[in-house]
Nanobody, 123 residues
Framework: QVQLVESGGGLVQAGGSLRLSCAAS????????MGWFRQAQGKEREFVAA????????YYADSVKGRFTISRDNAKNTAYLQMNSLKPEDTAVYYC????????????????WGKGTLVTVSS
């Protein structure tokens, strides 16, 4: 089992940057694919990005491709989401997720979730 804690959210102006972190407990962090999802108020949760267990493969939603970068540091049990060129439509609660199986964009198949961190992008 793994516990996830997100940090790094906040208020930023459009065009700005933020880096989210997801700290994972346990000694088996490298056994899990890591993902980021987000949920804007009144909308369904959506996939943002994911990275494979050793970081060799990355996946992005079309809406963030070229602006966001997912990464991980297995020595620090931490995953990251670097967000650049932020837009007001990026405003949402961002959730970190972990799963020992194959990466999927469907959130219901991810086993472990953090409690989320709020990102607000002002225009």
């Amino acid at each position: 089992q793994v516990q996830l804690v997100e940090s790094g959210g906040g208020l930023v102006q459009a065009g700005g940057s933020l880096r989210l972190s997801c700290a994972a407990s346990g000694r088996t962090f490298r056994s899990y694919a890591m993902g980021w999802f987000r949920q804007a108020q009144g909308k369904e949760r959506e996939f943002v990005a994911a990275i494979s267990r050793i970081g060799g493969n990355e996946y992005y939603a079309d809406s963030v491709k070229g602006r966001f970068t997912i990464s991980r540091d297995n020595a620090k049990n931490t995953a990251y989401l670097q967000m650049n060129s932020l837009k007001p439509e990026d405003t949402a609660v961002y959730y970190c997720a972990a799963d020992p199986s194959s990466i999927t964009t469907m959130g219901r198949y991810w086993d472990y979730w953090g409690k989320g961190t709020l990102v607000t992008v002002s225009s």
